[in-house]
């Protein structure tokens, strides 16, 4: 597998992400191929879409100040994750616990990080249909069938930094059922799934980097996956009941968001 990152220019509200995509490409003298994947950064897609947020654009509620207070937060901030969670399990200093999209994620996705000074960047809007719709606009393009990637950062329990997460997928199986397969010593496999998706953001993730890099894109070339034209949101998650972390950590203090 090769992976290559793409450096592009600064990326602002209503760009043509596709066609920067490409002309980055282009300059570097590499060529996307049949079965390619592309994995973008969640932050220029919702850059693009203009999901940003003005931190003075909200009045904080007394349930973010009382927040802000216990994890050493910006009141606005806290009011713009509450607005953005589904549910907030407690905190650490600078980050809450919270659910959105049936993920575990640190402030819902809300981010100061690569954000205009006041700003701060949330998720995109609808990531799997942008996903397939940067898909789709690179096949017309360039005639080549690739699959496509949003990557965002994460946090692994107990361990320590940050590792990639597909936020959406198209064009490729996300993850790989192996529970029909048997081992080197001819075990059946009984719970194992591999998460392709997951493992290539982390991949792509560490070549973005978490700061100034201006790589937000990375061609991966020669990728394990298998190529569909049927993602489904749903093939990616697990229900908190049937999640071997969440089903047994008792969640504590749960705060029920709009």
Not at 209 to 224: C, R
């Amino acid at each position: 597998m090769q992976l290559f990152g793409i450096h592009t220019k600064l990326i602002k509200a209503e760009d043509d992400l596709a066609s920067i995509i490409l002309e980055g490409v282009k300059k570097q003298k590499l060529k996307i191929d049949d079965g390619n994947v592309l994995a973008i950064a969640s932050k220029v897609v919702a850059t693009v879409q203009s999901h940003l947020k003005r931190l003075d654009s909200v009045k904080p509620s007394e349930k973010a100040m009382k927040l802000a207070k216990r994890y050493d937060l910006e009141p606005n901030f806290v009011e713009i994750v509450l607005q953005e969670a589904e549910k907030v399990y407690g905190g650490v200093s600078k980050a809450l616990l919270t659910s959105k999209e049936h993920i575990l994620t640190a402030n819902a996705g809300v981010d100061h990080k690569n954000a205009p000074n006041g700003y701060v960047a949330l998720w995109p809007t609808a990531p799997f249909k942008v996903a397939e719709k940067i898909r789709r606009e690179i096949l017309a393009k360039t005639g080549k069938r690739v699959g496509v990637l949003i990557v965002d950062s994460r946090v692994t329990p107990l361990r320590m930094g940050t590792t990639g997460l597909a936020l959406a997928v198209a064009g490729f199986e996300p993850v790989r059922d192996y529970r029909a397969d048997k081992d080197l010593y001819g075990n059946a496999i009984s719970i194992t799934r591999h998460a392709v998706a997951d493992n290539l953001a982390s991949a792509a993730h560490l070549i973005m980097g978490e700061s100034n890099e201006q790589t937000p894109v990375v061609l991966i070339k020669k990728a394990p996956v298998m190529p569909t034209d049927e993602v489904k949101p749903s093939s990616v998650v697990i229900s908190a009941r049937r999640c071997l972390i969440t089903k047994h950590v008792m969640l504590e203090n749960v705060i029920e968001c709009p």
